[in-house]
């Protein structure tokens, strides 16, 4: 994967912001009035306004954090990272395979393909890291 198409290393804590920003305002929807079952007015209804900008806060806040740099960005973080995006398509489209067979609602399809490659491989891409970290210490320590 090419570090060219990746953003700098400070998007990561942007990206986490945005997302972090979107957990408090989704759990406390209820208190700030927007009701999950009201009149639906099409496109500009509350209801709709409200799942779009939660959607594009929490998607954008990952999507950033996921594709930072690190900041050592070497042919191994390359490998890795290119490992865990293919891990997380394969994922993804395990559960939308799932998901279509299982049910026809729209919004958590959509919800699901949104959340899941990114969290995934944000998820196995820092594991991955941490297990190459934590055998470069204990193979230190050896020598």
């Known amino acids: 994967m090419k570090s060219r198409f990746l953003f700098p290393y400070w998007c990561r804590y942007l990206g986490w912001g945005l997302f972090l920003v979107h957990i408090p ?5 209820k208190q700030l009035g927007f009701e999950a079952h009201g009149p639906d007015d099409g496109l ?3 209801q709709h306004v409200f799942f779009m900008t ?13 594709f930072a740099k690190e900041r050592i960005e ?13 891990w997380a ?7 939308l395979i799932v998901s279509l067979i299982l049910t026809n609602d729209t919004q958590h399809i959509l919800f699901l393909n949104l959340m899941v490659p990114l969290v ?20 230190g320590d050896l020598r």
Do not use: P
């Open 89 to 95: 398509i394969y994922v993804n489209y395990l559960l």
């Open 44 to 46: 500009l209804s509350s």
């Open 54 to 66: 939660t959607t594009l806060l929490m998607a954008i806040g990952l999507f950033l954090a996921a």
């Open 25 to 29: 305002i989704v759990l406390f929807r």
């Open 74 to 86: 070497d042919e191994q973080i390359s490998q890795l990272r290119l490992d865990s995006l293919q």
């Open 120 to 139: 995934f491989f944000i998820v196995r891409f820092q594991w991955k890291i941490f297990q190459n970290n934590r055998l470069l210490k204990r193979d």
